[in-house]
């Protein structure tokens, strides 16, 4: 007896917890507790994973180191006869031996400590000398591009606007995002996948354009694009560019970047803000080359290319361009946040549309309904009064599974559905290994009572044993697992708990309480 | 009601030798299939690729779609009709993955729409690069392996109650794969061999209920793979999901066979084996069929109702309970028998 208030209070205590915890999902607002997630399968939304271009951003690094030598060497009036980035990741400095040998070796050995020689040959007077960067080093620079690129992704989607973005890193240089619920996705995807590299370029009008594009581009110069596309036709045009190589100020010094619209034209347009050292930078820039063509560039492609009129101070720039509203939105918007320390490449991209979403929904819960209420109506035709309390187990199972889902915040994704349903099958196997047990007992000719005593003590072992195996696989597939497969061992495991609590203690009670009031002579089973 | 009498006796281990080629047949079949498929056959997930379901407002051509791919470099794609009859929805999927260039979606949902002349929606899109497929790809197998692993040792430290043996069989298991893995073999392999070398061990340390358990399970899931190349059905995360539900409800069936067979060799220990046996698998027999029909039950709901997305996650699910019955009581029980005729030699 005293056995039995026991098992019914923790009856009412799950249960009450379990509505609870479900009733934010049936209705909104009525709890302060949170409703079950959703997966992006069933919502809709986009699930991406981005390769962040390591081995771009040591390339950029050295490349830095390599302008910066090339500068030092400058100012100390040194002699060199090349300095260059070999091999992606090397630097190769060329030196007449006799000259300036030792004021290079110097240089080197007191302003680039870290850098790592790797050779050092002289070929006919000319000492080459390949460097690279240290393997910590290495390490630690592409570390840190993961963890900018990963700072930087987040801030443009928080200024673009998702409601529970999802950003994390995977392994050494992945980052998995999920967005639920956006329905642009291509935009998303432009958005977050832009480098973003503003550079500030001049153009070379001193020397032809036509023969570089012939093949032979002057060294230090490059030729680049401007891509217009005509609104009404559609159709590009592609006007090249001769640029020096050199960048003269970087997105780096931005403090800001707004949508403004043109007053002439009622073309919107990006205006920049630097801060005080790009601002200085660009005051000097500007004054140094009046009446030459300075190019915006954008991840290589050439924005426009004005001419500068005179001295611009204050730091302040504008970026036109035919954008629509929406684009020049999105360009502030990757500007404000920064560039990219590195391209980033898509590994895996899965988007749902909200409409299949909602129809996975609904086929879910249809499904889920016709199969149970083949499996109920079976249990009553088969069981009988039995089967009524199989059945009520049955209910209060979905029920636990729910509130499990929203209590452990777990998501609940396509398969995860199937999950339930499929533990709407297996959830009454309990209740029928009980039942079984206890006809063969009756069978044996004994009472109501010791009947279903027995036919519990026997059960009990078997479904634990049983239900062990399946919960090993689930915890297996929740480990191996991703998005919504997790969904479904998270779905399955709680249904095989529930399912072991509903069949061992709540149906129990229920017979405990039949043959407690009534002094019953035979059982409905 | 009952569909089962309790004073059934139906001779099951009696035809044990038919079920063993039965069992024969269709694991030789599977096989057969599968090595004239050239393995399974993988979908996005485990290879790499792109796929997209579109649904169109109207009802089109799956030509005017081709055409419309050709225009914007997919010649390559296949196209199929996808989900329930008369819903214009349709898959189109291509090898390379082609989905980072910028504006792809909107480009395709134009050349579509130019090609089909009618107006449509992108449902889905999923593509997933060759250096994923293969990290999922190495997921599955080791998911699969793992839960063979754990599955193993439950069974010999549960039902032999040696938890000694079934500590040395893991460390040995562990050990063979360590083994495996300084040689460098593939993963498909790795996982056939440490199923070899955990048959032989279960068969020296005399596990027999854990060698009927493992082999019940290998078999059913032989037989689904089958089922699922001779189909031609594609492979994808969800289909690991389900394989892996089967080796659960599998072994489930099996364990509640076993549990009764225990039971009845304390009860009735003068018994010859085979009679044993029989009693056991006739006195769960009932059970086994109504939890099987009850589960088929939802699973067939899902599967003619479930939708596209669902519909062979469920098909697999139907095989594997169908043939999981099935092994339960004609394949993983028989195998305790088969240390009876190697004592006997002695």
Known sequence: MKNFSWKLALVFVVLVTAIIYILPSLKPNLWPHKQINLGLDLQGGMHLVLEVDTEKALESTIERISQEIREQLKRERIRHVAIDRVDGVKISIQIKEEDSNAKVQALLDDEFRDLRELSNRTVAGVKTILMDIPDSDRDQIERLAVDQALETIRNRIDQFGVSEPDIRRQGVNRILIQLPGIKDTQRAKDLIGKTALLEFKLVDDTQSLDSALKGSVPPGREILYQVDEDPETQRTTKQPFLLKKRTLLTGAYLTDARVQIDNQFN??????????????????????????????VLDNSVYSAPVIQEKIAGGQARITGRFTTEEARDLAIVLRAGALPAPVNVLEERTVGPSLGADSISKGLISMCIGGLLVVVFMVLYYKTAGLIADLALILNILLIGAGLAGFQATLTLPGIAGIILTIGMAVDANVIIFERIREEIALGRTPRASIDAGYDRATLTILDANVTTLIAAVVLFQFGTGPVKGFAVTLSLGVIASMFTALILSRIIFDYILMNRKVKTLSI | MQFVKPDVNVNFIGKRKIAFIVSAVMITISIASLILHGGPRLGIDFQGGTLIQVKFAAPVEIDAIKSGLREIDLAKSSVQEFGDQGTNEYLIRTDGS?????????????????????????????????????????????????????????????????????????????????????????????????LIVTLVLFWFLELKYAMGAIVALVHDVVITVGLFSI????????????????????????????????????????????????????????????????????????????????????????????VGTYSSVFVASPILLAWQSKQRKK
Do not use: C
């Open chain 1, 267 to 296: 073309e919107p347009y990006v205006s920049i803000n630097f801060d005080k050292k790009g601002a200085r930078i660009f005051e000097r820039v500007t004054g140094e080359n009046v009446n030459k063509r300075l190019a915006i």
């Open chain 2, 98 to 194: 082609v989905m980072t260039t910028e504006g792809f979606t909107t480009d395709l949902q134009k050349a579509l729409a130019s090609a089909t002349g009618s107006e449509l929606e992108m449902r889905r899109v999923e593509m997933v690069g060759p250096q994923v497929g293969q990290d999922l790809r190495e997921k599955a197998l080791f998911a699969m392996f793992f839960a063979l692993l754990f599955i193993t040792i439950y069974i010999s430290g549960r039902f032999e109650l040696k938890w000694m043996i079934s500590g040395i069989m893991a460390a040995a298991l562990i050990g063979a794969v360590y083994i495996f893995t300084l040689l460098n073999v593939s993963i498909p392999w790795l996982i056939i061999g440490a």
């Open chain 2, 231 to 322: 189909f031609d059905k594609e492979f994808t995360l969800a289909i690991i999901a389900a394989l892996l539900t089967i080796i659960g409800y599998s072994l489930n069936d099996t364990i509640i066979v076993f549990d009764r067979i225990r039971e009845n060799l304390r009860k009735y220990h003068k018994n010859p084996l085979e009679v044993i046996l029989n009693r056991s698998i006739n006195e769960t027999l009932s059970r086994t069929l109504l939890t099987s029909l009850t589960t088929l039950f939802v699973i067939v709901t899902l599967f003619v109702m479930g939708g596209g997305i669902i519909h062979d996650f469920a098909f697999a699910l139907i095989v594997g309970v169908a």
